[in-house]
């Protein structure tokens, strides 16, 4: 539950800059001396071939971002049903796209840095600031799933050893 209010929350904090117009915008009208796609490195530029596919429109970009708090609420439906194996699988993939979030936030952290770097910092470090907010939420709530998860097998265990011992002592 506590991840899912996590997941929640950091999704929801990624559209607070659009309740204050102008603020977080950053452009670049001077002149760059590298172009943006001259300025990521190797990793940064395959991660935008792998997304581009599935970022294209804003509903799928809506769905993207909306991925670790549906997979963590799928998570907990299923650990609260299902048994250790089938529970720990959903537990793992919802780790795995929160995870995945998280790293497209933090390149899209790196690229606004690199905007601001352009254009001026004038005002703009608390917005700055204010793009890890979403990854720390995303990367809080995989915590969150891990320590989940490794509850779950933890009390499986218990029960399966728990009457073995006590039949062992009498």
Known sequence: MAA??????SFLSMWLPAFFPGEADVFCGGPASLSPSEMQSGLERVWERLREPVMSTLA????????????TLLSGAVAARAGRRLSTAVGALAV?????????????????????????????LPWFLWQ???????????VLLI?????????????????????GRS
């Open 132 to 142: 890890f907010v979403p990854v720390l939420g995303n990367v809080s709530a995989a």
């Open 4 to 9: 899912l209010v996590v997941c929640i929350l």
């Open 60 to 71: 799928q970009i809506l769905v993207v971002y909306a991925l670790p708090s549906m997979s």
């Open 96 to 124: 795995s796209a929160t995870l995945m979030v998280a790293l497209d936030l933090v390149f899209a952290a790196l690229d606004y840095y690199r905007m601001l770097n352009c254009a001026g910092w004038d005002g703009k």
């Open 147 to 167: 320590a989940g998860i490794r509850t779950c097998w933890r009390m499986g265990r218990d029960r399966e050893s728990g009457p073995e011992q006590t039949v």
